[in-house]
T-cell receptor, first 114, second 113 residues
């Protein structure tokens, strides 16, 4: 009965590889997000989808490509991984895109690029 | 642009001490304000929120009041416990043509027994 789930929890890979992280929410929410948290705990929005439509696309290298097959799922694909991509990636969801609604976070995926 | 500034950590307190973590914001429009908490190895979870001026959010003994005149949303707790050790994030969310939530840098709290 996990509200927001992510797989995998840990991902260790080499530079130049391509990898994907999957996210699913069972809360019936319309809006989903990807965040990147660096080693100093700073949290930065990357993308947001509302009902499968991209609504936020921050300045992120185009090696990162989100995909939302339906409103319960938001996946993140990363091409040509670099050392600087090492971080914890969090998926989140909210009821909709209005500012009064809080976000529900997944447990995070720790990506280590060697 | 919109931003959140919170006090740098780490903050180290003894059990039963009083906690204040300062948070100030800059925003166009009328933001909603949030405190999230992140326990070790976990994702963020909402601690409390306030959606308009003078609202007080409260949960698990934590409180914060939305002060529009000082653009602040300071987090307080009267008596902290070891289990409160975590990273605390202040955040704002505002619709101004686009929509996003902006998080502060986080404040790590250590509570000693």
């Amino acid at each position: 009965d996990t509200a927001v789930s992510q797989t995998p929890k840990y991902l260790v890979t080499q530079m130049g590889n391509d990898k994907s992280i999957k996210c699913e929410q069972n809360l019936g929410h319309d809006t989903m997000y990807w965040y990147k948290q660096d080693s100093k705990k700073f949290l930065k929005i990357m993308f947001s989808y509302n009902n499968k439509e991209l609504i936020i696309n921050e300045t992120v290298p185009n090696r990162f490509s989100p995909k939302s097959p339906d409103k319960a799922h938001l996946n993140l694909h990363i091409n040509s991984l670099e050392l600087g991509d090492s971080a914890v990636y969090f998926c989140a969801s909210s009821q909709d895109a209005r500012s009064t609604y809080e976000q529900y976070f997944g447990p995070g995926t720790r990506l280590t690029v060697t | 642009g919109d931003s959140v500034t919170q006090m740098e950590g780490p903050v180290t307190l003894s059990e039963e001490a009083f906690l204040t973590i300062n948070c100030t914001y800059t925003a166009t429009g009328y933001p909603s304000l949030f405190w999230y908490v992140q326990y070790p190895g976990e994702g963020l979870q909402l601690l409390l929120k306030a959606t308009k001026a003078d609202d007080k959010g409260s949960n698990k003994g934590f409180e914060a009041t939305y002060r529009k005149e000082t653009t602040s949303f300071h987090l307080e707790k009267g008596s902290v416990q070891v289990s409160d050790s975590a990273v605390y994030f202040c955040a704002l969310s505002v619709n101004t043509g686009g929509f996003k939530t902006i998080f502060g840098a986080g404040t790590r709290l250590f509570v000693k027994a």
